[in-house]
């Protein structure tokens, strides 16, 4: 049996006033991480009053080490700009990511029941 190829991975550009948005579709990984950090400085530089930064990660099916390093790349470079960084609608295997390298509270997680980062108790649990 022959296995059926893998859609690629896409990023889809959407911008409105002072936000980029970033919808993420596939495996981000070593091969599709330098399409991110492309896509991510060109919103980054386009617009010098962007406040926000969203990356919808609801169609990500992967998130290797690399995937990782390049989301805290982005997150470095909305931060020199003043830009916050989103990460929308992660799946459960990239929460997870995020949490057991520490870096969650680098992003402001929204949709489908994630906390925010400004939600977050310095222990990381979520206030009652």
């Known amino acids: 049996m022959t296995a059926l190829p893998l859609p690629p991975f896409t990023v889809t550009p959407e911008a409105g006033p002072g936000t980029a948005r ?7 990984d070593y091969d599709t991480s330098g399409e991110l950090a492309r896509a991510a400085e060109e919103c980054l530089a386009a617009d010098p009053h962007l406040a926000d930064l969203h990356l919808d990660c609801a169609q990500l099916r992967l998130c290797d080490s690399m995937g990782v390093a390049t989301l805290l790349l982005i997150h470095r ?3 020199t700009r003043g830009v916050r960084l989103h990460v929308e609608s992660p799946p459960p ?6 949490d057991v390298t520490g870096i969650g509270h680098l ?18 649990a979520t206030p009652s």
């Open 107 to 124: 992003f402001a997680l929204g949709a489908h029941g994630q906390e925010s980062a400004q939600e977050r108790t310095d222990d990381g």
């Open 22 to 28: 970033l919808r993420l579709t596939g495996d981000l």
């Open 77 to 79: 470079g909305a931060t």
């Open 93 to 98: 295997f990239l929460t997870r990511i995020l």
